[in-house]
């Protein structure tokens, strides 16, 4: 749970100015299935398996609490052997709170590997089988590979590295359910391009549709004119906090000024930005809060207004950004709320958004090795 909490209080995460709905609905176009809390691609192979297993001993509501006691035997084999990168449950072990089927269940059913539309507590009607009974393949809830016998003592010597086979397997369902994704795009070409790129619109995508080749413009375009925005509110809360004789923070307000200097110069140089026709961007998402909408489309017609001039002191960008935080948080404002402010540890939500991307490309990247082992 720590881990859990960790993570959604990085920077980059926080959703101060309320477009944490476009964020995502566009992370969900661009890669289906994948959150910001997964972390390798194994494990949508690894849970079917604690699943399937307990099946084998357990139905009912007792088959739950056997799939959460094989997960917590199989996230302790593989700490004791010593495969901790990725590992959900590194620091607490098998008395991890939060099981990696809670933080892949939407991933398995987007990619069909669970065939229902349901929770673990509600798979109750699975029955006792044994493990070569072709009619418990028939009615299991499960389309995956097959139980292997050495499960899940097999895993301290494979860890999350992906078998060719496995590899093959995962590949093949995300490109089936996922048609029209960048994460199917990349995982149907003959050779996996290089995903060392910090942003996913970095990567070679000539060969693309132009469909999908618009919807990584707009999520680029999307991702930098708001990053301003982000850098704005910073500066904002930074100048309220000096104005406090806050003092943990040093210099905040200077450091924000100068990251607002250097996003208008990217800004201002993008052959795109400034004259980015954002229907496309709306066309996407209908039931939008008409709210949500205009906030964009202000911020954007704001800086298109101020030339290369830096927004940093824009009265009226200053307003939009303090009535949207209001908005968005009530009283819970860093701006308004003294004790959200000194709670502020130098940055809220001041980076730039990724998409999972991070999250997305080490998922492909253990496909890709898995694929590797087959031309080796």
């Keep these: 749970m720590r881990e859990l909490v960790a993570l959604f209080s990085e920077p980059g995460t926080l959703d101060n100015l309320g477009i944490g709905q476009l964020r995502d609905g566009l992370a969900d176009l661009l890669f289906p299935g994948i959150s910001t809390v997964q972390t390798r691609a194994r494990y949508l192979v690894l849970i079917p398996w604690t699943y399937q297993r307990a099946a084998l001993r357990k139905s009912g ?25 990725g590992l959900i449950g590194r620091v607490a072990g098998a008395a991890v709170r939060v099981l990696p089927s809670a933080i892949y269940w939407n991933a398995l059913q987007t990619y069909k590997i669970l065939r229902q539309d349901t929770r673990p507590q509600h798979l109750l009607q699975i029955r006792k089988a044994s493990a070569n009974d072709d009619e418990m393949r028939d009615v299991s809830p499960w389309s995956t590979l097959p ?14 590295d992906l078998s060719t086979a496995e590899a093959n397997w995962l590949r093949e369902r995300m490109v089936v359910t996922c048609e029209g994704s960048l994460l199917a795009y990349l995982l149907s070409q003959p050779t996996m391009t290089d995903l060392d790129v910090d942003y996913f619109w970095d990567l070679d995508l000539d060969g693309a549709p132009q469909e999908l080749r618009d919807l990584v413009e707009d999520t680029e375009l999307f991702s930098l004119t708001l990053h301003g925005a982000s850098l704005l509110y910073n500066l904002m809360v930074g100048e309220a906090y000096e104005h406090h004789e806050l003092t943990s ?18 800004y201002w140089n993008h052959p795109l930005a400034p004259t980015w026709d954002r229907s496309r961007l709306w066309n996407r998402f209908p039931a939008l809060p008409p709210r949500t909408q205009q906030f964009v489309e202000t911020w954007i017609d704001g800086i298109n207004d101020l030339g290369a001039r830096t927004p940093a002191d824009s009265v009226d960008l200053r307003k939009l950004i303090s009535d949207r935080e209001f908005q968005n948080k009530g009283a819970q404002s860093r701006l308004t709320n003294e004790k959200q402010l000194r709670l502020w540890q130098g940055a809220s939500g001041a980076s730039r958004l990724q998409f999972r991307w991070p999250q997305a490309s080490q998922i492909l990247s253990d496909i890709s090795e898995g694929l590797k082992n087959a031309r080796a």
């Design 61 to 85: 509501a007792a088959l739950v609490k056997a799939a959460d006691r094989e997960q917590r035997e199989m996230l302790l084999a593989l700490r004791e052997a010593g495969h901790t990168q």
């Design 249 to 266: 923070v040093e210099a905040p307000a200077q450091h924000y000024r100068d990251e607002l200097a250097q996003w208008s110069d990217r």
């Design 147 to 160: 139980l292997p016998e050495s499960f899940p003592t097999d895993v301290t010597e494979q860890g999350f």
